[in-house]
Nanobody, 120 residues
Framework: VQLEESGGGLVQAGGSLRLSCAASGRSIFSIVAMGWYRQAPGKQRELVGTITSGGSTKYADSVKGRFTISRDNAKNTMFLQMNSLEPEDTAVYYC??????????????WGQGTQVTVSS
């Protein structure tokens, strides 16, 4: 199973970006949950938000009202719409997925990360 992020880049403060995370692989029966994490230079990786297969979402307080997570279950793809970006949002953003195999086993997978840089 592979998770691949896309959509990162450089944006000015107040701008928007949309990240995508596509899961692929023959061992995917379903994706139980997906999420976004981020890691800024010199800081620990932190949770941005999660989404269940049913579409329930949770967000970190720092991004509530600005970021929105959605997913397309048919395409095993998750999105992160980021609005009103702030320089403090600068980080490498990682996609996470809890994937259930056809045999009923759940495993955690991570993407390689995509850089988001917000200039002031």
């Amino acid at each position: 199973v592979q998770l691949e992020e896309s959509g990162g880049g450089l944006v000015q403060a107040g701008g928007s970006l949309r990240l995508s995370c596509a899961a692929s692989g023959r061992s995917i029966f379903s994706i139980v949950a997906m999420g976004w994490y981020r890691q800024a230079p010199g800081k620990q990786r932190e949770l941005v938000g999660t989404i269940t297969s049913g579409g329930s979402t949770k967000y970190a307080d720092s991004v509530k009202g600005r970021f929105t997570i959605s997913r397309d279950n048919a395409k095993n793809t998750m999105f992160l719409q980021m609005n009103s970006l702030e320089p403090e949002d600068t980080a490498v953003y990682y996609c996470y997925g809890k994937v259930r195999s056809p045999y009923g086993r759940d495993d955690d997978y991570w993407g390689q990360g995509t850089q988001v840089t917000v200039s002031s």
